[in-house]
């Protein structure tokens, strides 16, 4: 399969855990590089379904080397309950799970600054699942981060967390918020690093000898293109690199060692959180919902749907360089008789075929659409290309053309034997 970066190429939540599952069986390794326990990606494998924050979805197979890159900011201790409960359900860990040394922590005084910040926003608020991740990422660019390399030093831990704490204790209680015990944090985190310890490794040098040796690496993608902190709609963003650059900066791997990229979209539109999505529909918001579909993994919120977005997929194929495009979710539309899909966007007099980086010029923006013809009728039991119904594969070959990608992957339910190859 060759060094494989695998990115969403819309506004996460795409079914990248199934997709990734599925592509990880061809890999040796599985690498994580960018984000926090804010993301999760969701896998089914018979009757069981995993939920994943931070351990890459590779670990669900049997001998695959996983590794959470630097570029990755953790918490600790969620991360010793993730790995905890993968052992319970009789997941083989050790061995197989690497953490980079240079990895950033998530603290508790994270979380309470994401969660003020948040109230102080008030209606203009950015749907942060409050899990501390983008004052991770502030710290970490401001060279105040602490790391996992320090946690696994204990006395220069203990010393750093004292002066943490110490300096943002004032800050929150300049915000109102409670200032933490330092003895109740060091506790656990001290716990938490002494449970990791056997995981933390100089990952760089180990995917460099990796690559090498000729094993092939697939790069797991964190929610998705317009969640980027450069690329994406700001400030309705996430706080780290989410397109496929990211994943070099976050694993040490160099750009001349990656073979390919490939893109997972839903056949509809989704995003959790605020900020513009121009083909959001009620409609089709009220048929998922009561379909089960659609609640966030992490969160458990209601995702916002919409029709297909192609505008937004184009513009992540010229970010990211997609090469192959994999469809998710294609049973979601199995009942709808006529689907729309946004080929591009109009603001008075103006027409855009890729998303303004202006986020007002965005919101005023209005979809122009195609229609398709539904297919009316199940596919989440079909396992070949050509037995798709005709009109379901007119629409998916719509996508990839409009998306200027090839398409590669048909993905018609959770599980893994509901994955078509084209």
């Known amino acids: 399969m060759a060094n494989t970066i695998l990115v969403g190429a819309q506004w996460g939540d795409e079914g990248k855990g199934k997709i990734i599952d599925v592509l990880a069986e061809r890999s040796d390794l599985i690498v994580r590089t960018a984000g926090g326990n804010n993301a999760g ?52 860990v050790d061995g197989n799970l690497f953490i980079s040394e240079t990895a950033h922590l998530v603290m508790p005084y994270h979380r309470l600054l994401d969660e003020q910040r948040e109230l102080r926003k008030g209606k203009n608020k950015l749907g942060t699942t409050k899990r501390g991740i983008g004052p991770a990422y502030g710290d970490k660019a401001a060279r105040a981060g602490l790391r996992m390399v320090d946690l696994a030093n204990p006395e220069r831990f203990e010393a ?96 001349n060692r ?48 919409g029709w297909a977005d192609s505008v937004v997929t184009r513009h992540a194929a010229m970010v990211n360089g997609i090469d192959d495009l994999a469809v998710t979710n294609v049973d979601g539309l199995d009942t709808v008789e006529t689907i729309k899909v946004g080929i591009g966007y ?28 539904g297919w009316r009728t199940p596919t989440h039991g079909i396992k070949e290309w050509k037995k798709l119904p005709l009109k379901c594969r007119n629409y998916l070959k719509a996508l990839a053309g409009l998306s200027d990608s090839k398409l590669k992957i048909v993905s018609v339910g959770p599980a893994r034997d509901q994955t078509i190859f084209v």
């Open 346 to 373: 109009r603001r008075g007099q103006e027409r855009y075929e890729y998303v303004p980086s202006d986020i007002q010029v965005l919101a005023e923006c209005v979809p122009v659409y195609a229609e398709f013809p």
């Open 41 to 92: 990606h969701t896998v089914f494998i018979g009757p069981k379904k995993f939920v994943l924050h931070l351990v890459p979805s590779g670990i669900l197979w049997p001998g695959k080397q996983c590794v959470i890159g630097n570029g990755v900011v953790i918490d600790p201790v969620s991360l010793v309950d993730e790995i905890d409960g993968l052992i319970k359900l009789g997941v083989k």
């Open 160 to 255: 750093l967390l004292h002066l943490r704490i110490k300096e943002n204790n004032e800050v929150l209680k300049a915000l109102g918020a409670k200032p933490l015990s330092f003895a109740k944090v060091h506790a656990a985190y001290r716990a938490a690093g002494d449970r990791l310890a056997p995981f933390i490794a100089s990952t760089t040098v180990l995917l460099h000898e990796a690559t090498r040796r000729g094993d092939e690496v697939l790069f797991e993608g964190a929610q998705g293109t317009f969640l980027d902190i450069d690329h994406g709609t700001y400030p309705f963003v996430t706080s780290s690199n989410t397109t496929a650059g990211g994943a070099c900066t976050g694993s040490g791997v160099p750009p």
């Open 258 to 305: 990656i073979d390919r990229v490939v893109g997972v979209m839903k056949a509809y539109t989704t995003r959790v959180g605020e900020g513009p999505l121009p083909t959001e529909n009620a409609e089709i918001g009220d048929l998922l919902h009561a379909m089960g579909r659609e609640f966030g993994a992490t969160t458990g919120r209601a995702r916002r749907c």
